[in-house]
C-alpha cells in the first residue's frame, strides 16, 4: 500500500490530514492527535490544540518540508486508514437491532457541544455530556444526527488576576479555522416580528453528522446576527429567542436537509419548542390537538439535567406571548389553555411558562440522568402531572456517562494493552476490559499511578508559570511554585462550574485543620483547583477569589493551585492526574455530576458527597463517600457537617491509605480500591453503557410508536 502512496501527488499528504482533521474522530485517536501536534508543535499548543488553525499557520518553509517528508505521508496514511477501517467496522447496533428497528432514526438537540477544546461551543457538563453522548453514538452506530448552534464567542475565556479578580474576555471563533463546513444551505426561522436567516454548518463525530444554526450573517439586521452570539449570555428575551432557533429552526433544518427524523431527543428543556412546531404541523395536516400531542409524545424522549431552579428556564407571560403567543390559535387552543402546556399548575394565571414543563408535557419518554436524580425530579414535578404521589410520576433515569476513550490518558493506554488488551473499536456496552485489572501486578498499576501524577505536575508547572507571568507575578512566586509542587505528594483535584451548590471553598472551613493536613512534611497533600462561574453569578466569583486568596498565602501557598480558564484541556489533565478528585455539593442538587466518573479510568479515585451518580457507583471499597447522605435545612449546619466528614476521613483514611507502603512502596490498601473502582466505574458508567439503555429503553419503543 505505502508504493501506491508514495506515488501520489506530493500536495496530497498535507490535504489528506486536513479531511482527517474535519471528523471529530481524531479527538479520541491518540495517532491522529501526534499527527497534528507534529505538523508544528509551537502551533498546535498556541491554538488550544486545533489541527485546523495549525495547518493555516504553517510556516512556508515547514509546509514544503511536510510535503517532501515520505516519513510524514506515512504517518497520515496509517491514521487515513485508522479512519477508514473505523467507518467500516460492525458496530453494536447493527449487530443487535434488525428489521424495522434499523430504521430508527434519532434527531438530537441540545444547546451546547463539548468534543474538544478546540471547538468552544459548551459552558460545562451539559456541553460535556452531549459530546460524549455522539462519540458513543458513533461507536456503537446509532442512527442519530444532532441539532445545535455554532456559537460565535461561546461562553468565555476567564483569566484570574493574583487577587482574584475574574476578567471575562469573549474571543471570536474563526469558523474558517473550526472542523465545519457550510452546507450551503439557510433556513428563515420566525422569530417573533423578524425572519431570522440562518445558515446551517455541518459537524462531523466519526458516523455521526451534527448540525449548527448561524444568524450572524450579512441578511440579517444587528439583534438577529447576535442571537448566535453568547451561550447562555443576555437576557430573558435573548434566551427565548435563541431557544425558538435552536427548537423550531432546528425542525427546519431537518426539513432543508431531507432528514426524517422518527425519534426526537431534547437534551434538557432548551429545545422544547420543537414540540409546539411538531404539533403545529400536524395539526394543520388535520390531526386534533389530542391526536396531535399523542403522535409528538410517543415519539418524543426528554432528558431533564438539574433540579437548580436557573437551569429550569421560566419565561413571563407577556414575554412568551410576545414570541409564541401566535401558536394558541394554530393549535386550535384559547390563550389559557396554550399557557397552561408550560405551567406546573394549568389553574395559576400568574405562572410563568416553563420549558421544563413544556418538555415533560410533550414526551412521553422522560428521565433524570442518575437514580437519585430522578427520585428528585420525581417529587419535584409532581403537580406537573396531578400526582397523589412522587412514585406516580413517569419520569425514569439513564445515569450518565463518560466516553471512555475521550478520557483516557494516552499514557494508560500501553498499561492498558498489556493488561486490560481492550479492542476499541466495534466494543458494545457489554465489552468490560476493566474484568481483568484483577490480573495486573499492583505495582504496575501503582507505577502508573506515579506517571500519571508527575505528568501532572510538569502541567501544572508550565501553566502556572505562564498564568504568573501573564498576571504579573514574578520570578520568585514561580520559584516558590516550582520548589513546593511535589510528584508524590497525594495530589487532590476539584474542577467543575463554581455553582453555589457545588460549594467549591467548602475545604477551606477550618483552615488551622486544613492548614495541619496538608502540610505534614512526611504525608504532604496538595489541592488544585479550576472552575468558571456564570459571568452574572456574583456569589460564584466570589468562590473564585475566596479560594485564591487561599492558595496565594501561607501555608497554602504551592499546595493549593487555581487554574485558570477551566476547558475540557485542563479536565483532562486534572482527571487524569490526581490520586483523588474531591466532589462537595449540596446533596441532591448535583442530578449526576460526570467528571468522577473520569479519574477511575485512569487509577483514580473519587473522594465525594452521596450525589448525582456516587450512590450508585461507590461500593464501600472504591473510594470514600463524604458524610451517608444526611442532609439539614440549615445551610451553615450543612456545612459544617459535611466539612467536618471532609476532614475526618482526610486524616482517618485517605491520607494513611495513601502514605502506608508496603516493602516494594505500594499502598497496597490504595491500590486495592483503585482496582475495585476501576472494576465498579469504568465500563457502567460509560457512554456506551448509557446508549444502550437510550436505545433499547427510550429510541426504540418511541420509534415503534
Ligand atoms: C467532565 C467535565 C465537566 C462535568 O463536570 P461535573 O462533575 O459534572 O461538574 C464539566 N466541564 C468539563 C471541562 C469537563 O471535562
Redesign the pocket.
Known amino acids: 500500500m505505502s508504493r501506491t502512496t508514495s506515488r501520489r501527488p506530493r500536495t496530497a499528504a498535507l490535504d489528506r490530514a486536513a479531511c482527517i482533521a474535519h471528523n471529530l474522530w481524531w479527538t479520541w485517536n491518540p495517532d491522529a492527535r501526534r499527527l497534528f501536534e507534529g505538523l508544528d508543535p509551537a502551533a498546535w499548543e498556541a491554538s488550544n490544540h486545533n489541527p485546523v488553525a495549525t495547518m493555516q499557520r504553517l510556516a512556508d518553509s515547514r509546509r514544503a518540508a511536510l510535503l517532501a517528508d515520505t516519513d510524514f505521508a506515512h504517518r497520515v496514511d496509517v491514521v487515513e486508514k485508522h479512519l477508514s477501517g473505523y467507518l467500516k467496522s460492525a458496530t453494536w447496533f447493527g449487530r443487535s437491532h434488525r428489521g424495522n428497528d434499523r430504521k430508527l432514526r434519532v434527531a438530537y438537540f441540545c444547546m451546547e457541544y463539548?468534543f474538544h477544546e478546540s471547538l468552544p461551543l459548551?459552558a460545562?457538563?451539559l456541553?460535556?455530556?452531549a459530546g460524549d453522548h455522539l462519540k458513543s453514538a458513533s461507536d456503537l452506530g446509532i442512527p442519530l444526527v444532532g441539532v445545535g448552534v455554532l456559537w460565535k464567542y461561546g461562553y468565555y475565556r476567564q483569566e484570574i488576576q493574583l487577587d482574584g479578580e475574574v476578567r471575562v474576555l469573549y474571543p471570536e471563533n474563526r469558523f474558517d479555522q473550526l472542523p465545519v463546513t457550510n452546507t450551503g444551505k439557510t433556513i428563515t426561522v420566525p422569530i417573533g416580528k423578524s425572519k431570522v436567516k440562518a445558515r446551517i454548518w455541518k459537524a462531523t463525530i466519526g458516523r455521526i453528522e451534527l448540525f449548527l444554526l448561524d444568524t450572524d450573517l450579512k441578511a440579517n439586521k444587528p439583534a438577529d446576527r447576535k442571537l448566535t452570539h453568547h451561550l447562555y449570555g443576555g437576557n430573558r428575551t435573548d434566551r427565548i429567542r435563541q431557544e425558538i432557533l435552536l427548537g423550531i429552526g432546528g425542525l427546519l433544518a431537518l426539513d432543508a436537509l431531507g432528514i426524517e427524523p422518527t425519534v426526537f431527543h431534547l437534551n434538557e428543556g432548551h429545545a422544547a419548542f420543537c414540540g409546539l412546531e411538531r404539533l403545529r404541523r400536524l395539526i394543520k395536516a388535520g390531526m386534533s390537538f389530542s391526536e396531535a400531542q399523542e403522535t409528538v409524545r410517543g415519539s418524543s424522549v426528554f432528558t431533564t439535567h438539574t433540579p437548580v431552579p436557573e437551569g429550569n428556564d421560566r419565561f413571563e407571560t407577556p414575554l412568551f406571548n410576545r414570541y409564541l403567543g401566535h401558536f394558541a390559535s394554530a393549535l386550535g387552543l384559547t390563550k389559557d389553555e396554550f399557557l397552561a402546556l408550560g405551567r406546573e399548575d394549568e389553574s395559576d394565571r400568574k405562572e410563568p411558562f416553563c420549558m421544563t414543563v413544556l418538555a415533560l408535557k410533550l414526551s412521553e419518554h422522560c428521565n433524570g440522568v442518575a437514580k437519585l436524580h430522578a427520585e428528585t425530579s420525581r417529587q419535584m414535578w409532581m403537580k406537573t402531572y396531578n400526582a397523589a404521589s412522587a412514585k406516580d410520576v413517569p419520569i425514569g433515569h439513564v445515569t450518565n456517562g463518560?466516553h471512555v476513550e475521550s478520557?483516557l490518558s494516552d499514557q494508560a493506554r500501553p498499561f492498558y494493552d498489556r493488561h486490560l488488551k481492550p479492542k476499541w473499536v466495534g466494543a458494545g456496552p457489554e465489552d468490560d476490559w476493566w474484568r481483568r485489572i484483577d490480573k495486573a501486578p499492583k505495582e504496575d498499576i501503582w507505577a502508573l499511578r506515579q506517571l500519571l501524577r508527575r505528568r501532572l505536575i510538569a502541567f501544572l508547572r508550565e501553566r502556572m508559570r505562564r498564568q504568573i507571568l501573564s498576571h504579573g507575578g514574578d520570578a520568585a512566586m514561580i520559584q516558590e511554585l516550582y520548589e513546593t509542587l511535589d510528584e508524590n505528594a497525594l495530589t487532590i483535584g476539584f474542577?467543575?462550574?463554581f455553582a453555589l451548590y457545588?460549594r467549591a471553598p467548602l475545604i477551606f472551613r477550618d483552615v488551622k485543620r486544613l492548614a495541619k493536613i496538608m502540610g505534614d512534611a512526611n504525608r504532604p497533600v496538595q489541592l488544585i483547583f479550576a472552575g468558571k462561574a456564570h459571568p452574572q453569578d456574583t456569589a460564584g466569583h466570589e468562590f473564585v477569589r475566596r479560594v485564591q486568596s487561599y492558595a496565594r498565602r501561607a501555608p497554602f501557598r504551592g499546595r493549593v493551585l487555581l487554574l485558570e480558564n477551566?476547558?475540557?484541556h485542563?479536565?483532562?489533565q486534572l482527571?487524569q492526574g490526581c490520586d483523588l478528585w474531591l466532589?462537595n455539593p449540596i446533596r441532591p442538587m448535583?442530578a449526576?455530576?460526570?467528571?468522577?466518573?473520569?479519574p477511575p479510568l485512569n487509577a483514580g479515585l473519587n473522594f465525594s458527597i452521596l450525589d448525582?451518580w456516587w450512590p450508585e457507583g461507590y461500593n464501600g471499597r472504591n473510594g470514600w463517600s463524604i458524610g451517608s447522605g444526611e442532609t439539614f435545612t440549615s445551610r451553615a449546619k450543612q456545612d459544617r457537617y459535611d466539612a467536618e466528614s471532609i476532614y475526618e476521613t482526610l486524616e482517618n483514611e485517605i491520607v494513611p491509605a495513601f502514605y502506608d507502603r508496603n516493602r516494594k512502596g505500594v499502598p497496597a490498601r490504595w491500590v486495592r480500591m483503585v482496582v475495585s473502582s476501576m472494576k465498579s466505574v469504568c465500563c457502567e458508567f460509560s457512554t456506551h453503557r448509557m446508549l444502550s439503555e437510550y436505545t433499547d429503553g427510550f429510541y426504540l419503543p418511541a420509534h415503534r410508536s
Open positions: 463539548a459548551y460545562g457538563g456541553g460535556v455530556l463518560i478520557w474542577a467543575r462550574r457545588k477551566y476547558d475540557m485542563i479536565g483532562r482527571t466532589n448535583e449526576s455530576g460526570t467528571s468522577g466518573m473520569k448525582g
